[in-house]
């Protein structure tokens, strides 16, 4: 033997001719050979290849089995005989020189085995039979057996009815018979042992839980009846393993509240039938503990099994017994749909962990773990606290009970309007929550008081733990998915209540769950930030200027205006989940919610309405201006025309003597210099004439020379007056001197009147008519 791992390409080399022995794999470790001193007998030594046989001749099968091969003995030195080798392990015997002790490696000598014991027959049921000292032996059946299926069996002439034949002639009965052939049935109800066939109602002792003389009673605590061959159970088993006490149905009331210990002293027996289990556990109920409680189902037709609480997430408190379905969901919500049409075995999950997991139309949320639905808001639209349209509500309205909540979810219209909630409370007091996420508040009732307590989901990190007038209440997490326990239990304040408890803390061996919170603008961490405000007396302004903000509003009893600007909040992807508590107070609330994002609208009628109503009164007011302007400067030129003739008026005047030559208006004017020479020395002459003649008499010469003079000035301007009916005419005067006076020629003006009035604003020239009154005034 090698006691070595080989491989098998190996083994052909070290193991040629079987040499190494058997070759075994590592579940074969229990085939492994032993040492061949181990072996008593030739045939089981010669069975190994490694060993063999020094016989002790005349002994009949005496030797010693050792290692070696055909030739020689391997585990003594060279030259060692089996003589030597029986001699060293044989110290008690004593070979004498007549012994031959030798070695066999093929064959065993030859020997009786049934003499020397060397057989493994039956020394009961089979006889050794020695064939032949070099064959062997062989095992026959023994006297009173018979061989079937290669085994020796007894055999009974009697028969054995009831029991086994266990050796010739004799059976062994079954429980409960006696007799010869075990024929005979105990007076026992099956359950002992008679003492005879004589004295069959002589019961040795009682088995299966029973008793009395014949065994036809129960133990107490175990429900039977031995008499009809039915076992004693014992009650566990009778209530299917949710109570280990039961009694007779109509045992005595006062049994009913009994200890265990109380009733194995005053029980004599136990129940034959009708049994009623006492104190059933598991939520289970009934006579047997085979129905659940209300608000319990067991979701199997296995009555073992225990009853859970229903799966209404809260919303429901009673549903089928057995299946878990049908929950009696309230607050706005419903079970999934697959599952009320009947065809829940087709679906993904099992209908009793889908009940009151939707919420109905125009609700929206994830009511699952306590959470709730809540009425959509949009925009414009008033909500009385009953969740129902003002329109429904106004004529009565409902009012929101002491301690009851409401929920509203504002879905965003406008992605770049600022977002304003405005809740006017009329009578009572309201506690106001606001959140982003429809998560965020779990709800359960008081069962003492059956208020509403609103918990914050411990899923979410709300912030440092810091001391906090109105504390933090956090829910742990829902081992069975129904109950919700508190990390705090702060006593409600009176007049509304407050979440309280620490947020951030670690809850045991969990961690805070940090779901993606909606992408924010102005705020980029994923923890809520907790802001905690009480209301004013008469408007409460609420601004929130930080996404991701859990708001908590205390005594609201008149108005709050709360503004969600649209640059601080992602207002395509975040809705508002608002609650209302009313406070625990004497008197109910009443009121309502508006959710208003405002903007211009163009009305077209307004806008024209408008727009004409300014158009006009612009050009009223143009009018008005106008009108005033044109007084100011009709005013200013007014007292402009004053300065002017006041200035004309302090203008100097004289009167001069004036000679000049009739010049017809009519003709031509003289265009060269020699005509105007010619002209000169003309009104010379007249002048020098006019000195003539001034001795003589003035007065007549003076009015002819007026009267030619007026007949042939011509005019250089004439300036009419405002009202047409006179002018102030221009004309040239020539001084006398000639070219020895400093000046020659001067401008003279005169007013003259009209004989006829002509249009006004019209340009004129006309001739100076005769008999018009001149005035000369030199310029």
């Given amino acids: 033997m090698l006691n070595l791992c080989l491989t098998p390409s190996s083994q052909p080399l070290l193991c040629a001719g079987g040499v190494c022995g058997l070759v075994l794999e590592a579940s074969e470790l229990q085939?492994?050979?032993?040492?061949?001193?181990?072996?008593?007998?030739?045939?089981?030594?010669l069975e190994h290849a490694?060993?063999?046989w020094c016989a002790r001749e005349g002994f009949n099968g005496d030797g010693i089995c050792t290692e070696g091969a055909l030739e020689h003995k391997q585990e003594h030195p060279s030259g060692s005989t089996c003589d030597l080798i029986y001699a060293s392990w044989r110290n008690d015997s004593q070979l004498t020189h007549a012994d031959v002790v030798s070695w066999h490696y093929v064959q065993c000598p030859a020997e009786n085995e049934c003499i020397n014991g060397h057989h493994n027959c039956d020394t009961v049921s089979e006889q050794c039979i020695d064939l032949d000292t070099a064959v062997g032996y062989k095992c026959v059946c023994a006297q009173g057996y018979r061989e079937e299926q290669g085994a020796c069996l007894p055999v009974c002439s009697q028969g054995c009815v009831r029991g086994n034949c266990v050796s010739p002639d004799q059976c062994q009965c079954d429980f409960g018979y006696v007799g010869a052939n075990c024929s005979i049935q105990c007076l026992c109800n099956g359950h002992s042992n008679c003492e005879s066939s004589s004295r069959l109602d002589i019961c040795l002792k009682c088995h299966n839980n029973t008793m009395?003389?014949?065994?036809?009673?129960?133990?107490?605590?175990?429900v039977g009846n031995p008499r009809e061959g039915h076992a004693c159970q014992p009650c566990l088993d009778y209530c299917h393993g949710h109570s280990d006490v039961c009694v007779a149905y109509d045992a005595d009331p006062a049994v009913f509240n009994m200890t265990r210990s109380e009733l194995e002293r005053i029980l004599q027996e136990g129940p034959a039938y009708n049994a009623t289990c006492l104190r059933c556990g598991n939520h289970t109920a009934g006579d047997r503990c085979d129905s659940c409680l209300t608000g319990y189902f067991r979701g199997s037709e296995d009555l073992h099994k225990e009853c859970r609480p229903c799966q209404c997430h809260g919303h429901g408190n009673i549903c089928d017994p057995v299946t878990g379905e049908k929950c009696n969901c309230a607050n706005n919500t419903e079970s999934d749909a697959t599952c009320t049409?009947?065809?829940?075995?087709n679906s993904a999950q099992l209908c009793w962990m889908v009940q009151c997991s939707k919420c109905r139309d125009s609700y929206a949320g994830n009511p699952t773990d306590g959470h709730q639905c809540y009425k959509q808001i949009t925009v414009e639209s008033r909500m009385c606290f009953d969740a129902k349209p003002i329109e429904e509500c106004k004529s009565k309205p409902a009012a929101l009970k002491p301690g009851q909540t409401v929920f509203f979810v504002i879905q965003p219209r406008f992605m770049n309007v600022d977002i304003r909630i405005i809740i006017d409370v009329t009578q009572g007091e309201l506690d106001v929550f606001m959140s982003p996420q429809d998560d965020s508040f779990i709800v359960e009732t008081n069962e003492t008081t059956g208020y509403h307590e609103i918990f914050l989901d411990n899923r979410y990190n709300w912030g440092p733990k810091i001391k906090r007038e109105h504390p933090l209440n956090v829910a742990l997490p829902r081992h069975d998915n129904v109950t919700i326990q508190k990390l705090f239990s702060p006593e409600r304040r009176i007049g509304g209540g407050g979440l309280g408890g620490g947020g951030g803390e670690r809850i045991g061996a969990n961690t805070y769950y940090v779901p993606q919170l909606q992408d924010c603008k102005s705020h980029g961490g994923h923890n809520f930030i907790v802001k905690d405000q009480h209301a004013k007396d008469l408007s409460t302004h609420v601004t929130l200027n930080h996404c991701n903000t859990l708001l908590r509003l205390f005594g609201?009893?008149?108005?709050?205006?709360?503004?969600l600007p649209q640059h601080a909040h992602n207002l395509s992807a975040t809705r508002f989940f608002i609650a209302l508590r009313a406070s625990s107070g004497p008197e109910p609330s009443?009121?309502?919610?508006v959710f208003r994002q405002d903007q211009l609208h163009i009305d077209l009628f307004v806008f024209f309405s408008v727009f004409f109503s300014c158009f006009f009164l612009f050009l009223a007011v143009c009018v008005i201006v106008w009108k005033v302007k044109q007084a100011a400067d009709l005013r200013r030129a007014r007292r402009q025309h004053v300065v002017e003739m006041l200035h004309l008026?302090?203008?100097p005047f004289a009167q001069i003597f004036l000679a000049s030559n009739g010049l017809d208006m009519d003709s031509p004017q003289p265009t060269s210099s020699s005509s105007s020479a010619r002209a000169m020395r003309q009104r010379a002459r007249q002048a020098l004439l006019l000195q003539e003649q001034s001795a003589g008499d003035s007065q007549s010469v003076m009015h002819h020379s007026t009267r030619r003079q007026s007949s042939r000035i011509m005019m250089v301007a004439i300036e009419p007056t405002f009202d047409n009916l006179a002018a102030v005419g221009t004309v040239f005067i020539s001084l006398p001197g000639r070219s020895r006076a400093p000046l020659s020629i001067a401008l003279g003006s005169t007013l003259i009147s009209y004989s006829?009035?002509?249009p006004l604003n019209t340009r004129h020239f006309m001739r100076a008519q005769r008999g018009q009154n001149v005035a000369n005034h030199p310029a």
């Fill in 756 to 758: 006829r009035q002509y």
């Fill in 649 to 651: 008026a302090k203008r």
């Fill in 556 to 563: 609201l009893k008149n108005r709050l205006v709360l503004t």
């Fill in 31 to 45: 085939r492994c050979p032993e040492p061949c001193h181990v072996y008593t007998q030739c045939s089981s030594c």
């Fill in 341 to 345: 049409a009947g065809g829940g075995k």
């Fill in 50 to 52: 490694h060993c063999g």
């Fill in 212 to 222: 009395g003389e014949q065994c036809e009673k129960c133990q107490p605590l175990f």
């Fill in 590 to 593: 009443y009121g309502s919610v």
